[in-house]
């Protein structure tokens, strides 16, 4: 049971925009910064988002993400075939002294 | 960016101590904080803890105190041991690196590839 949730799954067209949503509560992403990780099959998660909506050098404008309150948000704009993978959201909890994650999800392009 | 590359026995006994050893390439394990994350099979990723190479650490509470984490300088490495484990702590193990721990933007901004651990008589 991951302390910041996600939708398992969602999906979309090629060129259709997705929203990946995660919630949690005051003392995580109501306290602080949220990022994002894409992780594909077999490989490790890569940063794809931090400070809630910064792109790190080389991730595609077609990421972004958003936080309001004790939710945060990440879009795929123009979603691509390339783009089908699990993305994770992640956030310092102060009550838990420690990071905390949501439990991933899969983006899947019809 | 520094490399990550992950090391250990793929296979470890129940209520056997796991070890771990992460070598940092490309930079000097003196300008980063680093944390251990894992993956069990099919689910999400769980923070285990983080390590400065001051010594400073703090891992996750729900596992019992049964971290210890140290870095040795001289080796540009960091280990984890995980004490008393069962098929519970069967995951692929990262390490990956704070990009910016002290401010309130931090994130893990760099990994290595990952080794599996499995807990298995």
């Known amino acids: 049971q991951s302390v910041l949730t996600q939708p398992p799954s969602t999906s979309g067209t090629p060129g259709q925009r997705v929203i990946v949503s995660c919630s949690g509560g005051?003392?995580?992403?109501?306290?602080?910064?949220v990022s994002w990780y894409q992780q594909f099959p077999g490989a490790a998660p890569k940063l794809l988002i931090f400070?809630?909506?910064q792109r790190p050098s080389g991730v595609p404008d077609r990421f972004s993400g958003s936080k309001s309150g004790t939710s945060a948000s990440l879009a795929i704009s123009g979603l691509q075939s390339e783009d089908e993978a699990t993305y994770h959201c992640?956030?310092?909890?102060?009550?838990?002294?420690?990071?905390?994650f949501g439990g991933g999800t899969k983006v899947t392009v019809l | 960016q520094v490399q990550l590359q992950e090391s250990g026995p793929g296979l470890v006994k129940p209520s056997e101590t796991l070890s771990l050893t992460c070598t940092v390439s490309?930079?000097?394990?003196?300008?980063?904080?680093f944390s251990w994350i894992r993956q069990a099979p099919g689910k999400g990723l769980e923070w285990i803890g983080y390590?400065?190479?001051?010594?400073?650490?703090n891992d996750n509470p729900s596992l019992e105190k049964r971290v210890s984490m140290s870095i040795d300088t001289s080796k540009n490495q960091l280990s984890l041991r995980l004490r008393s484990v069962t098929a519970a702590d069967t995951a692929v193990y990262y390490c990956?690196?704070?990009?910016?721990?002290?401010?309130?933007?931090?994130?893990?901004?760099?990994w290595g590839q990952g080794t599996l651990v499995i807990v298995s008589s």
């Open positions: 990956a690196t704070h990009r910016d721990f002290w401010s309130g933007s931090d994130a893990f901004d760099n």
């Open positions: 005051s003392s995580n992403i109501g306290a602080d910064s």
């Open positions: 490309g930079g000097s394990i003196s300008n980063y904080f």
């Open positions: 992640a956030a310092w909890d102060n009550s838990f002294k420690g990071w905390v």
């Open positions: 390590i400065y190479y001051s010594g400073s650490t």
């Open positions: 400070n809630n909506n």
